[in-house]
């Protein structure tokens, strides 16, 4: 059964820890991306990939690292330089950037 | 500069009427345009996408949407409202970046749906 897993579903942290999003796909798909999603503000983008080993800011990246060493996964780790890291966490992923972007079920991230 | 607008960020119907969530953009080139469905505490959920083919598309669930390139509209509709469509909807254009040469997902604000018993 083919399709984006995010886990956990909630996390708590406490202020000045480091917290990483887990983001897998089976979907065989190139490019992976991480959105930010706070009420009444829509999805904001905070970092893509398109390949493998290769990923580039998006609009809101301070303070949020990934890495990309295998395809199938791109976690996301919300540092403590993160001012506001409160938020619903929503990984995608598509054939490539101009194809249609699935989503994963979310994270939802709670700071302490 | 690429933008999405949802005319209306609370859309209230009955049940059995028709559905009407308005949708604008705004894009320098040929964009491709996207509806997707959020129940709470989910992810997002494609309805339908157009992709410079038909006009009409229709999607899942018995809603469609028209692109009017001359108004810069894509609005979604359904004939009648269900009780399980109440959720939230986001108006997505996708549109290419001349900076990083990659195509972008632009986000509405979104549009929660009501329906009414």
């Known amino acids: 059964d083919g399709g984006i897993t995010q886990s956990p579903k909630y996390l708590f942290r406490k202020e000045g820890q480091n917290v990483t999003l887990s983001c897998e796909q089976n979907l065989n798909h190139d490019a992976m991306y991480w959105y930010r999603q706070d009420p009444g503000q829509g999805l904001r983008l905070i970092y893509y990939s398109q390949i493998v080993n290769d990923f580039q800011k998006g609009d809101i990246a301070e303070g949020y690292s990934v890495s990309r060493e295998k395809k199938e996964s791109f976690p996301l780790t919300v540092t403590s330089a993160q001012k506001n890291p409160t938020a619903f966490y929503l990984c995608?992923?598509?054939?490539?950037?101009?194809?249609?972007?699935?989503f994963g079920p979310g994270t939802r991230l709670t700071v302490l | 500069a690429q933008s999405v607008t949802q005319l209306d960020s609370h859309v209230s119907v009955s049940e059995g009427t028709p559905v009407l969530l308005r949708c604008n953009y705004s894009?320098?080139?040929?964009?491709?345009l996207f509806w997707y469905v959020q129940h709470p505490n989910k992810g997002l959920q494609l309805l339908l996408k157009?992709?410079?083919?038909?006009?009409l598309v229709k999607g899942i669930n018995g809603f469609e949407a028209e692109f009017k390139k001359s108004e810069t509209s894509f609005h979604l509709t359904k004939p009648s409202a269900h009780m399980s469509d109440a959720a939230e909807y986001f108006c997505?254009?996708?549109?290419?970046?001349?900076?990083?040469?990659?195509?972008?997902?632009?986000f509405g604000t979104g549009t929660r749906l009501k329906v009414l018993a």
């Open positions: 995608a992923s598509s054939i490539g950037s101009y194809n249609e972007q699935f």
């Open positions: 894009s320098s080139y040929s964009p491709s």
């Open positions: 157009y992709t410079s083919a038909a006009t």
């Open positions: 997505v254009v996708s549109d290419l970046d001349p900076t990083s040469g990659t195509y972008k997902y632009i």
